[in-house]
């Protein structure tokens, strides 16, 4: 009796219209509710780790506070520094705070045990976002499961990555190790079973759940992954050179010394405060770069998040093994149409600023030559205008998240993960917004994680407004999500969800078999296949491969 009242979740009332749970964690008793009428209970705000200050603050988190009086967890609008972004719903109420480490658990109403975890990491291309960004409550009505999502330093603050001790790089990826560390120890109390966690990404944080299956420091935090729309070997996901990104950032915030000394470099750095470290929009990069992202690490005598390339980790089959639910939307690269007629000309005069950044060249003249090879593949002989803006869709789908996906999930292949399930999202309704200049609609980046989640994504309309086709494509979307949450299958064998679903194997080395889901569903066979052999020919001959920071210079004697 004296175990099950420390660790289990205890109702102990109401406060006022809400129902009241507390629930005791190795920090202290935490106390969550449940508004009228809902059915999942809500514990916001749980301080996970402790963000460092002053001249550690781009180093790993630190151990969480703890309290003994019970802590109210209702605070849902902690956020952590970021820039802005026109468009995206950030809430008006939310606080932009340095010790932004904090969790978000939700909770069935019904008392479980050893119920099925999932953790939820943001997106927002490593610059933005929030853990509470979408949820996904109707995931948990679906099937009885615990979801916890979290912030984690973002931008320079969390991926600001020098080789130095003070600035080893991955603060953000370290975050999100000591959630997943914090799960384990802590969600059992919470009816979650801390040897059952399935961790979810969408877009950047579809990229992390893809580095978190690769790193040295997850072994045993987790069992069953869903990156959505993002891998480890997107463009974006590792940098390739974080010295010359960190020198390019720092210039723009008026840095004035030639970067040539790294020990001034980190010391500007440690100087900025963080509402302008934060002030510079880094989405719209022709290279398909955000600058600020994971890097590989110099050894500096700490506990390294990434210490290989993604590439070599694949290719030797030291990443963890585990099964996956992996794939992407149709038209990804819809992604990139905000940008469409700004783009467009320069396509048309230099094609070679809008390769990816991941891709090195011995001269220019041999990039541009790769250039017009690249051009060719996708316009043939035309321009880029609104006559070819499928083409143009095209390859920022392939580019930013579609052939880095298929590579990943082949090199997963070959080295014996043999429980990838792969998926191709094409449904699109009435509602959708019609491509530009066309009378078509596509799937956008992410249109999956839409379907999933609670509403519409991040502004989360209420269900009821969207259309009766939308509503059944979610029910079989949660459906698909949740058996391979519970059982690492999205289909369990024999069994066909609703008679919807057809049979659906792992994916084989070549890109096939995968599902794609559509009005119906059909099991198809290798995926993208001419666009992945055509950008093989181009990665196996030119593709930089991420480095760590180079070792550190002596300090000049003004500094000692």
Same mark, same amino acid.
């Given at each position: 009796?004296?175990?099950?009242?420390?660790?289990?979740?205890?109702?102990?009332?109401t406060?006022?219209?809400?129902?009241?749970?507390?629930?005791?964690?190795?920090?202290?008793?935490?106390?969550?509710?449940?508004?009228?009428?809902?059915?999942v209970?809500?514990?916001y705000?749980?301080?996970?780790?402790?963000?460092?200050?002053?001249?550690?603050?781009?180093?790993?988190?630190?151990?969480?506070?703890?309290?003994?009086?019970?802590?109210?967890?209702?605070?849902?609008?902690?956020?952590?520094?970021?820039?802005?972004?026109?468009?995206?719903?950030?809430?008006?109420?939310?606080v932009?705070?340095?010790?932004?480490?904090?969790?978000?658990?939700?909770?069935?109403?019904?008392?479980?045990?050893n119920?099925?975890?999932?953790?939820?990491?943001?997106?927002g291309?490593?610059?933005?976002?929030?853990?509470?960004?979408?949820?996904?409550?109707?995931?948990?009505?679906?099937?009885?499961?615990?979801?916890?999502n979290?912030?984690?330093?973002?931008?320079?603050?969390?991926?600001?990555?020098?080789?130095?001790?003070?600035? @080893?790089?991955?603060?953000?990826?370290?975050? !999100?190790?000591a959630? +997943?560390r914090?799960?384990?120890? *802590? &969600?059992?109390?919470? %009816?979650?079973n801390?040897?059952?966690?399935?961790?979810?990404?969408y877009?950047?944080?579809?990229s992390?759940?893809d580095?978190?299956?690769?790193?040295?420091?997850?072994?045993?935090l987790?069992?069953?992954?869903?990156?959505?729309s993002g891998?480890?070997?997107?463009?974006?996901?590792?940098?390739?050179?974080?010295?010359?990104?960190?020198?390019?950032?720092?210039?723009?915030l008026?840095?004035?010394?030639?970067?040539a000394?790294?020990?001034?470099?980190e010391?500007?750095?440690k100087?900025?405060?963080?509402?302008?470290?934060h002030?510079?929009?880094?989405?719209n990069?022709?290279?398909?770069?955000?600058?600020?992202? @994971?890097?590989?690490?110099?050894?500096?005598? !700490?506990?390294?998040? +990434?210490?290989?390339?993604?590439? *070599? &980790?694949?290719?030797? %089959?030291?990443?963890q093994?585990?099964?996956?639910?992996?794939?992407?939307?149709?038209?990804?690269?819809?992604?990139?149409?905000?940008?469409f007629?700004?783009?467009?000309?320069?396509?048309?005069?230099?094609?070679?600023?809008?390769?990816?950044?991941?891709?090195?060249?011995?001269?220019?003249?041999?990039?541009?030559?790769?250039?017009?090879?690249v051009?060719?593949?996708?316009?043939?002989?035309?321009?880029?205008?609104?006559?070819?803006?499928?083409?143009?869709?095209?390859?920022?789908?392939?580019?930013?998240?579609g052939?880095?996906?298929?590579?990943s999930?082949?090199?997963?292949?070959?080295?014996?993960?043999?429980?990838?399930?792969?998926?191709e999202?094409?449904f699109?309704?009435?509602?959708?917004?019609?491509?530009?200049?066309?009378?078509?609609?596509?799937?956008?980046?992410c249109a999956?994680?839409m379907?999933?989640?609670?509403?519409?994504?991040?502004?989360?309309?209420?269900?009821?407004?969207l259309?009766?086709?939308?509503?059944?494509?979610?029910?079989?979307?949660?459906?698909?999500?949740?058996?391979?949450?519970?059982?690492?299958?999205?289909?369990?064998?024999g069994?066909?969800?609703?008679?919807?679903?057809?049979?659906?194997?792992?994916?084989?080395?070549?890109g096939?078999?995968?599902?794609?889901?559509?009005?119906?569903?059909?099991?198809?066979?290798?995926?993208?296949?001419?666009r992945v052999?055509?950008?093989?020919?181009i990665?196996?001959?030119?593709?930089?491969?991420?480095?760590?920071?180079?070792?550190?210079?002596?300090?000049?004697?003004?500094?000692?």
């Amino acid at each position: 009796m004296y175990k099950y009242l420390l660790f289990a979740l205890i109702i102990v009332g109401t406060q006022g219209d809400e129902e009241v749970r507390l629930v005791n964690i190795a920090q202290g008793p935490v106390r969550g509710y449940k508004k009228p009428g809902d059915d999942v209970f809500v514990f916001y705000g749980i301080p996970y780790a402790t963000a460092p200050s002053g001249t550690q603050k781009f180093n790993a988190p630190l151990p969480p506070p703890t309290w003994s009086e019970p802590f109210e967890a209702v605070k849902s609008n902690i956020i952590c520094h970021q820039m802005e972004m026109p468009g995206l719903a950030i809430k008006d109420t939310t606080v932009q705070v340095d010790d932004c480490l904090i969790a978000n658990v939700y909770v069935p109403d019904k008392k479980h045990e050893n119920l099925p975890v999932v953790v939820h990491v943001h997106g927002g291309a490593y610059q933005l976002g929030y853990g509470d960004l979408i949820t996904v409550k109707n995931l948990i009505r679906e099937k009885p499961m615990v979801v916890v999502n979290f912030n984690y330093r973002l931008g320079p603050s969390g991926f600001l990555c020098l080789g130095t001790p003070d600035v @080893p790089g991955n603060a953000g990826m370290k975050d !999100q190790v000591a959630l +997943l560390r914090w799960v384990k120890k *802590n &969600i059992a109390s919470f %009816g979650g079973n801390p040897n059952d966690v399935t961790i979810i990404g969408y877009s950047a944080g579809s990229s992390a759940v893809d580095l978190l299956m690769l790193s040295p420091m997850t072994r045993g935090l987790f069992n069953k992954v869903v990156p959505e729309s993002g891998a480890s070997l997107s463009a974006f996901s590792v940098q390739v050179n974080p010295i010359d990104n960190a020198i390019t950032y720092a210039k723009e915030l008026n840095f004035t010394d030639n970067g040539a000394d790294i020990y001034a470099l980190e010391n500007f750095y440690k100087s900025v405060p963080s509402n302008i470290l934060h002030s510079i929009n880094l989405i719209n990069r022709k290279d398909s770069s955000f600058i600020f992202s @994971p890097c590989v690490e110099r050894d500096v005598g !700490q506990e390294m998040f +990434l210490d290989d390339a993604p590439i *070599n &980790i694949l290719k030797n %089959g030291k990443q963890q093994k585990l099964p996956m639910l992996y794939g992407f939307a149709e038209m990804e690269g819809l992604f990139r149409i905000p940008q469409f007629d700004l783009w467009k000309d320069d396509l048309n005069k230099k094609f070679s600023e809008f390769l990816p950044i991941d891709l090195r060249f011995e001269s220019e003249a041999e990039k541009e030559e790769v250039a017009e090879t690249v051009k060719k593949f996708y316009f043939g002989h035309q321009a880029v205008s609104n006559e070819t803006i499928f083409r143009y869709i095209d390859y920022f789908t392939d580019t930013i998240f579609g052939y880095s996906t298929l590579r990943s999930a082949r090199l997963q292949v070959e080295s014996g993960n043999n429980n990838i399930y792969l998926y191709e999202y094409s449904f699109v309704d009435e509602a959708t917004p019609l491509v530009p200049n066309t009378e078509v609609r596509g799937a956008n980046h992410c249109a999956q994680t839409m379907a999933v989640d609670d509403g519409g994504f991040f502004q989360n309309p209420s269900e009821e407004k969207l259309s009766d086709s939308y509503k059944s494509m979610k029910r079989i979307m949660r459906k698909i999500w949740a058996t391979f949450i519970t059982t690492g299958k999205p289909v369990p064998e024999g069994e066909d969800i609703e008679k919807k679903i057809p049979y659906w194997p792992p994916t084989q080395a070549n890109g096939g078999p995968h599902m794609s889901i559509d009005k119906t569903l059909k099991l198809r066979g290798p995926l993208l296949q001419q666009r992945v052999l055509f950008w093989d020919g181009i990665y196996e001959k030119y593709y930089n491969i991420p480095a760590p920071p180079p070792s550190l210079p002596p300090r000049q004697k003004t500094e000692l």
